[in-house]
């Protein structure tokens, strides 16, 4: 039986745009891979009777109701209580959630008393299935009623993400007959129409499998989901499909299951030995920064700079003032020089490097916006990849740290550069 969710975003917060709802985008990526439908996505703030009207409205057409936010010890923090009424259900005091609490306090505020109020966060439907948090003060619970399956979360996302992949997802996957797996497969160099277009007749014809396409910045995601009796049993169902894909975009496919470009760059410099450096101008940092957002990124990334200037990258990477007289900070000439100065200045044995107009105006030369060189310096010599890539500053910034990703992944891997 397939299931269809709906996620009720609880907090006044969120309406008023204090805070990004960064939980729904989790749980939908989330539920997806689990095979299970999202629909809908409400946001409602702390008020009980608009919170009641958004539950009556999801029990008419879902049969899973997930709420974030309102599990907390303040006067405001209702879903409990609100839920609890539309169910029908008590709210009765369970101990052992409170001595959690209690311990939750003890190790980590031990200067500051825990005050009563936190004690609230005890009070859980009667009969449910509680999930206990490991990550901060209130549990969540999911019970059955009305048909409906109902799973309260806490709001802050550090909390929300583990809760549901250790506490939530187990839950739901107990609501179906067999095991439900899945496989993403990530793809840079073609857009999602483009993808989307290629595989539309084979997804309209597949029932299981799945196949879906997602869209990021500059890149796709292709999500294939199997159901069967057994673990084994779905993975034998995914792997034709991904051979066939693999097939079809060949090294546009830099990953399966995979986060990121450069968590694939860092695996391949882990396994050769090699290391590797930025120098940037257009993207300031962007391409460094998303190196050492990886855990270990020390033992593979020797370090960046920002050459936002001519000064900079004359006088630390070596650049020729000949070359930037004639050529222009954004040039083919220029970024392989800013490569080979930062593979020198760094002690790299790979080199990245950035220079382009990200916008919103042309530069002093009249190179339009989007308009980027990105290039790779390599003990072979050095490669020089031209971008074109419209409007849209912070997109240019990301693609372009993306293709310059792509270029060290494709050379690391023994692949021709392809933009």
């Known amino acids: 039986m397939s299931h269809n969710a709906e996620l009720i975003a609880v907090g006044t917060e969120l309406l008023l745009g204090n805070i990004a709802n960064t939980d729904a985008q989790m749980l939908s990526k989330g539920l997806s891979a689990l095979g299970i439908n999202v629909f809908y996505h409400t946001v ?37 209580n609100v ?31 825990m005050t009563e109020n936190n004690l609230q966060q005890a009070y859980l439907p009667e009969g449910c299935t509680i999930l206990s948090n490991d990550w901060g003060t209130a549990p969540g619970c999911a019970f059955e009623a009305d048909g409906v399956h109902v799973i309260m979360l806490p709001g802050p996302p550090s909390e929300c993400a583990p809760m549901f992949e250790h506490r939530a997802a187990p839950y739901l996957r107990s609501l179906s007959d067999g095991t439900i797996a899945s496989r993403t497969l990530r793809i ?15 997804m309209n014809s597949m029932q ?10 500059g890149e796709v995601e292709l999500r294939i989901t199997a159901k069967a009796d057994t673990l084994g049993e779905a993975q034998a169902l995914i792997a034709p499909v991904e051979k066939e894909l693999c097939e079809m975009f060949g090294p546009l496919v830099y990953g399966a299951d995979v986060d990121s470009l450069e968590q694939v760059v860092a695996m391949h410099l882990k396994l050769k030995g090699l290391t590797l450096g930025c120098a940037e101008s257009c993207t300031g940092g962007l391409a460094a920064k998303r190196m050492t957002d990886l855990p270990g990124a020390s033992a593979v990334f020797k370090g960046g700079v920002v050459s936002y200037t001519n000064e900079v990258k004359q006088n630390v990477l070596g650049v020729p003032q000949a070359l930037l007289e004639e050529y222009g900070a954004v040039s083919e000439q220029v ?8 593979r020198k200045v760094l002690g790299c044995d790979l080199a990245l490097a950035v220079t382009g107009v990200a916008g919103p105006d042309p530069d002093d030369r ?14 072979d010599g050095v490669r020089v990849r031209t971008l074109h890539q419209g409007m849209g500053r912070e997109r240019i910034r990301i693609t372009s740290a993306s293709h310059a990703f792509d270029m060290a992944r494709r050379w690391l891997t023994g692949l021709p550069d392809g933009e």
């Open 335 to 342: 970024a392989a020089a800013m490569a080979r100065g930062a």
């Open 44 to 80: 409602v703030g702390d008020n009980p009777e608009r919170l009641k009207a958004a539950v009556a409205l999801a029990k008419t057409r879902a049969d899973i109701i997930i709420t974030t936010g309102g599990l907390g010890p303040t006067c405001d923090d209702l879903t409990k």
């Open 208 to 217: 299981n499998p799945t196949l879906a396409p997602y869209a990021k910045t």
């Open 366 to 379: 009249g190179n339009p916006v989007g308009l980027v060189y990105v290039a790779l310096a390599a003990p």
């Open 83 to 113: 839920l609890a009424e539309c169910f029908g259900k008590k709210l009765v005091y369970d101990e052992e959630s409170a001595a959690r609490i209690r311990a939750y306090f003890d190790r980590l505020h031990t200067n500051r008393p």
């Open 188 to 202: 840079f160099g073609m857009g999602e129409s483009s993808v989307e277009a290629r595989l539309r007749d084979r």
